[in-house]
C-alpha cells in the first residue's frame, strides 16, 4: 500500500502561486496514478487534478485549467501540483491520493475518488490578502 505525504502549503496572495508536493512510499509508485483533491470548511471534497501512471494523461476540473498543473517525478517518488494565479476561491485543504487506475480507461476516471485507495494527511492553501 502506498503512503502519501502532502507538503507545501501555506499563506498566498490572489494571483500568487504555490507548489504542492506529495512524497509516496512504494518502489511500484510510478504505477500508480495520482490525484489532488481539496476540501474547504463546510465544503465537499472535489477534484482537482489527476494523472495517470507513466504513459498516460492528465485531467483537469474545469476551474483550475490553464491555472494549475500537476506533474511528477517517477525517480524521486513524487508528484506536484503546481498553482498559479491563484484565487480566493481556491483556499482549502488539498489531498493528494494514489491508485490503480487502468491506461484503458479515460483520463476523467481520474476524477472519481472510488478510483483511489490512498489518501495523504492535507496541507494547507490559503488565498487571501
Known amino acids: 500500500q502506498v503512503q502519501l505525504v502532502e507538503s507545501g502549503g501555506g499563506l498566498v496572495q490572489p494571483g500568487g502561486s504555490l507548489r504542492l508536493s506529495c512524497t509516496a512510499s512504494g518502489r511500484l509508485f510510478s504505477t500508480y496514478a495520482v490525484g489532488w483533491f481539496r476540501q474547504a470548511p463546510g465544503k465537499e471534497r472535489e477534484f482537482v487534478a489527476g494523472?495517470?501512471?507513466?504513459?498516460?494523461?492528465?485531467y483537469y476540473t474545469d476551474s483550475v485549467k490553464g491555472r494549475f498543473a500537476i506533474f511528477r517525478e517517477n525517480a524521486k517518488n513524487m508528484v506536484y501540483l503546481q498553482m498559479n494565479s491563484l484565487k480566493p476561491e481556491d483556499t482549502a485543504v488539498y489531498y493528494c491520493a494514489s491508485g490503480e487506475v487502468s491506461l484503458l480507461s479515460p483520463s476523467r476516471i481520474l476524477t472519481m475518488e472510488t478510483q483511489y485507495d490512498s489518501w495523504g494527511q492535507g496541507t494547507q492553501v490559503t488565498v487571501s490578502s
Open positions: 494523472v495517470m501512471r507513466s504513459g498516460g494523461g492528465t
